[in-house]
């Protein structure tokens, strides 16, 4: 049965360095949730904290209201599945999936049973009878699924499962395991520091670095209303613009630093005259008529198919990357060409100047 995870107040050190000072996150029953952030910001720590792997300096780990903090390793109800696979070599599909159940002394029938069970649902069945080293990538990946899952543990660990995998393989397995994990109703705690994979799969996403959580949400909350501005940078890719706020109230006018004027809504209350970061996504921006927009000078681009990536010179410090779709563009500009293109200005981001955070209203950093 899948349970709900509770962390609270934990801290993990080695000698002096402390590499999660005061974490807390809730994880509800039944949901894959990822733990998203770059190299060394504690991800794996906290995930291996949860298997008992690593120990706890500080706080509480429980699944429901069963605190775990002294429970041993092989006493955790959890399967894990790591970057390497870790299957072994000298056992076949079946004997691979087998090995967990016969430690639990099931019978010979309901050991076959589960295991034939795993193997439908993760579609390898009919390579029972294979050896690792006679299987892809992809399939070595979903035998350490089903041999994690078949001894139904009540929380599934995953710890960057994909990264070995090619780009197509990837994609492939990410929609497995999402399929899987919804069909087996699991609660999954997954870890990777890959934007696009996290945004696929996962119910919620907990963006980490240097070892604290700073923005828990869905998907879709996390890229189109980040709560600060490391968030913002780390999931896609943002321009930053400063902006001068020329009016507030029920609708908020900014100025930024090409000399666009914008109007936004569900702003938090600003002083006139208060100097705000505008964060604008490549997709934000519009093409427009020089009446509407702020002029710019194409230096260069990339045709990707669906779309075209610019690359624009507002007279910033730095080139702006403007994404347009191919499919509502009228004519494909060449380096060396003025356009003029405005934002829009119900999906822009504004951040305090001096703490980074949101000034959106409503958004919050833990849901």
Known sequence: MAVSIHIKNVM???????????????????????????????????????????????????????????????????????????????????????????????????????????MDTVQITPYKDRYPDKLSGGQQQRVALARAIAVRPQVLLMDEPLSNLDAKLRLEMRNVIRDIQKRVGITTVYVTHDQEEALAISDRIAIMNNGEIYQVEVPEKIYLRPYNTFVANFIGHSHCFQATVTESGEMTVIK????????????????????????????EFVLCDESQGMPGIIKSRQFLGKFINYFVDFGTKN?????????????????GEKIWMRVDSERVNLFAKDSETTLMEGVQSHV
Request: charged share 20%; aromatic share 8%; proline share 5%.
């Open 256 to 283: 930024l630093e090409t000399g666009l004027t914008v109007i936004l809504k569900n702003v938090k209350p600003l002083a006139v005259g208060e100097v705000v970061l505008v964060y604008v996504r490549p997709e």
């Open 12 to 118: 993990k050190k080695y000698d002096d360095n402390v590499v999660i000072p005061n974490l807390s996150l809730d994880i509800a029953k039944g949901e894959l949730f990822t733990l998203l952030g770059p190299s060394g910001c504690g991800k794996t720590t906290l995930l291996r904290m949860i298997a008992g792997f690593n120990t706890i300096e500080k706080g509480t780990i429980a699944f429901d209201e069963k605190i775990i903090n002294d429970i041993p390793v092989h006493q955790r109800n959890f399967g894990m599945v790591f970057q390497s696979y870790a299957i072994f070599p000298n056992m076949t599909v079946y004997g691979n999936i087998e090995y967990g159940l016969k430690n639990k002394h099931l019978s010979k029938e309901e050991i076959k049973k589960r295991v034939f069970e795993i």
């Open 319 to 335: 080139l702006t990357e403007v994404s347009v779709n191919t499919n509502s563009a009228n004519m494909i500009f060449s380096p």
